[in-house]
């Protein structure tokens, strides 16, 4: 039996390099997020070597204030495309900037379970009503 997977972009960005990923376009962060102040999401955008993005999936679903991401998916989607890196975005509804310790479990695993498969977490990001904040900078990552 064989599998053929092919991930096509549901929104790629031509140019764009997610070097410094917290200033990702506003439009581009609508259209991952559109019931931003409903619930809780999270997106994986996965990247290539130069930086480019190949693909992003939603990742986990939530509540107002809480989201589940799933990691095995994330990491078999990084296999899959030949990933150099990952970036992973979660909203916050309550518009509270501070990262939770879900946030910090969540980003310290998944930075565990990508390297197993010679993929680099780039940032675990925060998008707020008002900014985007990186745990990367914080120095949580």
């Known amino acids: 039996m064989k599998y053929v997977l092919e991930y096509k972009p549901p929104y790629l960005i031509r140019d764009l390099r997610v070097n410094c990923p917290q200033v990702l376009p506003e439009d581009y962060l609508r259209e991952l997020f559109p019931h931003h102040e409903l619930e809780e999401r999270?997106?994986?955008?996965?990247v290539n070597s130069l930086l480019e993005p190949l693909?992003?999936?939603?990742v986990g679903?939530?509540?107002?204030?809480a989201s589940?991401?799933?990691?095995?998916?994330?990491?078999?989607?990084?296999?899959l495309t030949g990933t150099h890196g990952v970036i992973l975005i979660h909203n916050h509804p309550s518009n509270?900037?501070?990262?939770?310790v879900a946030d910090r479990?969540?980003?310290?695993?998944?930075?565990?379970?990508?390297?197993?498969?010679?993929?680099?977490?780039?940032?675990?990001?925060i998008y707020t009503r008002d900014e985007v904040i990186s745990l990367r900078e914080r120095g949580l990552l």
């Open 42 to 46: 999270a997106v994986a955008i996965y």
């Open 105 to 125: 479990k969540i980003t310290e695993a998944l930075r565990k379970a990508l390297e197993l498969f010679d993929c680099r977490l780039l940032d675990s990001l």
């Open 61 to 65: 679903m939530g509540t107002l204030n």
């Open 96 to 100: 509270n900037t501070r990262e939770s």
């Open 55 to 58: 693909t992003h999936e939603i």
């Open 68 to 79: 589940m991401v799933n990691v095995q998916k994330i990491c078999r989607t990084a296999v």
